[in-house]
T-cell receptor, first 112, second 111 residues
């Protein structure tokens, strides 16, 4: 089983809203990742957690705030986003940092 | 700087024939390479990988070839099927385990 789940599937939010994206895996993976993907572009890494600790922040604006409450769960808190933040947000996990990553279906975010 | 390049944005192939997707990289420190397949509005699905110590890895209809001296990677799909129509990304693992993705190749398999 290589399933990573993400909720919600779609999200529309205004620039003053606060919302959260959720990612879950039950494969016992200890590394989890957030990516952003714009249309017809490759995924861009945002954050990496390893053993529930933030390992990598790719200079992401503070309006994106990740959280890893436990080894199975990864959240991305959104606040005061801009229309250019509209994209597909992908979560991935791997057994350990650097190993093969398995992606969730993504959350399609639209910021109005 | 783009360290992983897929120079063909699209590929059209007839059902039953071979699809060959190419990927070039510039960083000789990459030690692990992966191919992902992506349907619209879905997350990438892992297909196949290869370590830099190997030159070939096969899994069913999918074979990945690695030419380290040329810094070139290719994915062969044979025979191609209509369900293979998707965008294919190659990715390379660099420092801190971070993946660098190519821009993707849109494959269309025609009947």
């Amino acid at each position: 089983d290589t399933e990573v789940t993400q909720t919600p599937k779609h999200l529309v939010m205004g620039m003053t809203n606060k919302k959260s994206l959720k990612c879950e895996q039950h494969m016992g993976h200890r590394a989890m990742y957030w990516y952003k993907q714009k249309a017809k572009k490759p995924p861009e890494l945002m954050f990496v957690y390893s053993y529930e600790k933030l390992s990598i922040n790719e200079s992401v604006p503070s309006r994106f705030s990740p959280e890893c409450p436990n080894s199975s769960l990864l959240n991305l808190h959104l606040h005061a986003l801009q229309p250019e933040d509209s994209a597909l947000y992908l979560c991935a996990s791997s057994q350990l940092l650097g190993e093969t990553q398995y992606f969730g279906p993504g959350t399609r975010l639209l910021v109005l | 700087d783009q360290q992983v390049k897929q120079n063909s944005p699209s590929l059209s192939v007839q059902e039953g024939r071979i699809s060959i997707l190419n990927c070039d990289y510039t960083n000789s420190m990459f030690d692990y390479f992966l191919w992902y397949k992506k349907y619209p509005a879905e997350g990438p699905t892992f297909l196949i990988s290869i370590s830099s110590i190997k030159d070939k890895n096969e899994d069913g209809r999918f074979t990945v070839f690695l030419n380290k001296s040329a810094k070139h990677l290719s994915l062969h799909i044979v025979p191609s099927q209509p369900g293979d129509s998707a965008v294919y990304f190659c990715a390379a693992r660099g420092s801190w385990g971070k993946l660098q993705f190519g821009a993707g190749t849109q494959v269309v398999v025609t009947p």
